[in-house]
């Protein structure tokens, strides 16, 4: 009996075995030929807007060295995470992919609850550009840079106030930061989107705006740029200067990128990354982005692996400092 016992055994194992082998030379074949249909990219913001845009310009790039169609599919809703959460939860085979920005993943998850968690779910794949933030005053105003500003809230305190996108958003934690650094007191006011800050500065009921822009209104100089709200310097804006360079050490992470679901195969997730950063050295993707005013950025998903809980953390501290989550 015990031998019939140990020869069952075998038996089990050697099938074990084989099938193993089998679901290993399958899964690596599946990989080698991938992507073998169309992929899908799936955008959290609406149709026509400059992410939109950015998008479609890389994807139609990203197709020559994919072979495949790429299949762009607009999700938007609740500040980015309906469609954050739709590109993390399809299956990790690289079929399904989408946009990464600021704060779905840097904020968001942080002040509300989401149905993913942006350092344990996502796989980071390539950043392939950005955009251009700033703090900027009516064409009028008396202030010429951010030291005017900084000047007039010294003297006049909670009189320099500031329109966001939101309390909480990336404009009003970095002004906020920047204000107890100064030692001063600044008036935020949140609204509930860029052209209302927009409007309200050029009606004068906010002193300066902190935070995206039209820049048909800088072209058109109907508002002036004092500071870009950048980690590095903007060759769309090279005369205005960046936060390190007027003594703000804060980050302002604001990424045009790709994320996949974490379990998507290493190999998969290097050949987009090589698919993307060929497409953005593309001549017609450098100029789509020159007319809509982004810069080209390159990061590889290796980069971004180590850039994204850094600021994820860094955001983290900053909220818990002011009292907004525990």
Same mark, same amino acid.
């Given at each position: 009996?015990? !031998?019939?016992?140990?020869?069952?055994?075998?038996?089990?194992?050697?099938?074990?075995?084989?099938?193993?082998?089998?679901?290993?030379?399958?899964?690596?074949? *599946?990989?080698?030929?991938?992507?073998?249909?169309?992929?899908?990219?799936?955008?959290?913001?609406?149709?026509?807007?400059?992410?939109?845009?950015?998008?479609?310009?890389?994807?139609?790039?990203?197709?020559?060295?994919?072979?495949?169609?790429?299949?762009?599919?607009?999700?938007?809703?609740?500040?980015?995470?309906?469609?954050?959460?739709?590109?993390?939860?399809?299956?990790?085979? !690289?079929?399904?992919?989408?946009?990464?920005?600021?704060?779905?993943?840097?904020?968001?998850?942080?002040?509300?609850?989401?149905?993913?968690?942006?350092?344990?779910?996502?796989?980071?794949?390539?950043?392939?550009?950005?955009?251009?933030?700033?703090?900027?005053?009516?064409?009028?105003?008396?202030?010429?840079?951010?030291?005017?500003?900084? #000047?007039?809230?010294?003297?006049?305190?909670?009189?320099?106030?500031?329109?966001?996108?939101?309390?909480?958003?990336?404009?009003?934690?970095?002004?906020?930061?920047?204000?107890?650094?100064?030692?001063?007191?600044?008036?935020?006011?949140?609204?509930?989107?860029?052209?209302?800050?927009?409007?309200?500065?050029?009606?004068?009921?906010?002193?300066?705006?902190?935070?995206?822009?039209?820049?048909?209104?800088?072209? #058109?100089?109907?508002?002036?740029?004092?500071?870009?709200?950048?980690?590095?310097?903007?060759?769309?804006?090279? *005369?205005?200067?960046?936060?390190?360079?007027?003594?703000?050490?804060?980050?302002?992470?604001?990424?045009? !990128?790709?994320?996949?679901?974490?379990?998507?195969?290493?190999?998969?997730?290097?050949?987009?990354?090589?698919?993307?950063?060929?497409?953005?050295?593309?001549?017609?993707?450098?100029?789509?982005?020159?007319?809509?005013?982004?810069?080209?950025?390159?990061?590889?998903?290796?980069?971004?692996?180590?850039?994204?809980?850094?600021?994820?953390?860094?955001?983290?501290?900053?909220?818990?400092?002011? !009292?907004?989550?525990?």
């Amino acid at each position: 009996m015990r !031998g019939k016992g140990i020869v069952c055994m075998l038996i089990v194992w050697a099938v074990t075995l084989v099938f193993g082998f089998y679901q290993s030379g399958y899964a690596q074949e *599946d990989v080698a030929k991938f992507p073998s249909r169309p992929v899908t990219h799936i955008v959290p913001v609406p149709p026509g807007g400059p992410t939109d845009l950015a998008v479609r310009l890389i994807c139609k790039e990203v197709e020559k060295y994919l072979k495949q169609p790429v299949v762009v599919t607009n999700k938007p809703g609740a500040a980015l995470t309906i469609g954050t959460a739709a590109i993390l939860s399809s299956k990790p085979d !690289g079929y399904t992919f989408g946009f990464s920005g600021g704060p779905p993943l840097f904020l968001t998850p942080l002040l509300e609850k989401v149905p993913y968690d942006p350092i344990k779910d996502a796989r980071y794949i390539v950043q392939y550009g950005g955009f251009n933030f700033g703090v900027y005053v009516a064409a009028n105003s008396p202030f010429k840079t951010f030291k005017d500003v900084i #000047a007039y809230a010294r003297q006049n305190p909670k009189k320099a106030t500031y329109g966001t996108t939101g309390t909480n958003s990336m404009g009003h934690l970095t002004m906020e930061q920047i204000a107890k650094q100064e030692k001063v007191q600044l008036t935020h006011i949140p609204f509930k989107g860029t052209p209302e800050v927009q409007t309200a500065l050029l009606g004068e009921h906010v002193l300066f705006g902190a935070g995206d822009f039209n820049y048909s209104m800088v072209e #058109a100089k109907q508002i002036r740029l004092v500071m870009m709200l950048k980690d590095e310097k903007s060759a769309e804006y090279p *005369d205005v200067p960046i936060l390190k360079e007027l003594g703000y050490n804060y980050p302002y992470p604001m990424i045009i !990128g790709i994320i996949c679901p974490r379990a998507t195969p290493e190999p998969i997730v290097r050949k987009l990354d090589d698919a993307f950063e060929k497409a953005s050295k593309e001549p017609a993707f450098i100029s789509g982005m020159k007319e809509l005013r982004l810069p080209v950025m390159y990061r590889s998903g290796r980069d971004l692996e180590e850039y994204v809980p850094r600021n994820y953390a860094y955001f983290q501290k900053i909220l818990k400092e002011i !009292g907004a989550i525990k």
